[in-house]
């Protein structure tokens, strides 16, 4: 399996630019999360779904922020409009059901 | 509030010496302990698990010891190599509720 993975690997843009980001969970897990990571908060999780349902999108930061998963081997997180604040890592991660979340490489978010 | 803390932020070992990293957790109801390796440019990567039913695991160089009373659980490497350099996070789970600590970037000089 090719693991998690996730596009672009590097985005540059402006603020006021919407931002989509991309991934392929591994196939046959059930579970998918985004996460953002920053060197100021770490790890923190924004939302995760189950067979394709949003469950917890408390750490969603604001309406600015959406995700979906249309079927079980897309997800998209996006952004609009994105803001300098928003300069992170955002990572993926598939899980089958227990234990071990499987991350993607990560996408380095950059907004000017 | 943080549910899983981590320590220290950074740590230098030399190359053949034990890196000991601590996490403390709130939480009880926390049933599954992993540790996150990550490297520069990569996504973080199981590294080595432990449940609160057993107070030490070991694989290869590595071991997390586990005290179940304390709350507290802490990652060993054994004979340090400069290859271990990189970034390792805690967490502690129930279910799909992960935390993470804030994590700890390890140098191990040769």
């Known amino acids: 399996d090719a693991g998690v993975i996730q596009s672009p690997r590097h985005e540059v843009t402006e603020m006021g630019q919407e931002v989509t980001l991309r991934c392929k969970p591994i196939?046959?897990?059930?579970?998918l999360f985004w996460y953002r990571q920053t060197m100021m908060r770490g790890l923190e999780l924004l939302i995760y779904?189950?067979?394709?349902?949003?469950?917890?999108d408390s750490g969603m930061p604001e309406d600015r922020f959406s995700a979906k998963m249309p079927n079980a081997s897309f997800s998209t997180l996006k952004i609009q409009p994105s803001e300098p604040r928003d300069s992170a890592v955002y990572f993926c991660a598939s899980q089958p059901g227990a234990d071990t979340q499987y991350f993607g490489p990560g996408t380095r978010l950059t907004v000017l | 509030q943080q549910q899983v803390k981590q320590s220290p932020q950074s740590l230098i070992v030399q190359k053949g010496g034990i890196s000991i990293i601590n996490c403390a957790y709130e939480n009880t109801a926390f049933d599954y302990f992993p540790w996150y390796q990550q490297f520069p440019g990569k996504g973080p990567a199981l590294l080595i698990a432990?449940?609160?039913?057993?107070s030490e695991k070991k694989e290869g160089r590595f071991t997390i010891s586990f005290n179940k009373s304390a709350k507290q659980f802490s990652l060993h490497i054994m004979d340090s190599q400069p290859g271990d350099s990189a970034t390792y996070f805690c967490a502690a789970s129930k279910g799909n509720q992960f935390y993470f600590g804030t994590g700890t970037s390890l140098t191990v000089i040769p």
């Open positions: 196939s046959g897990h059930d579970y």
């Open positions: 779904f189950n067979n394709n349902v949003p469950i917890d």
């Open positions: 432990i449940r609160p039913d057993v």
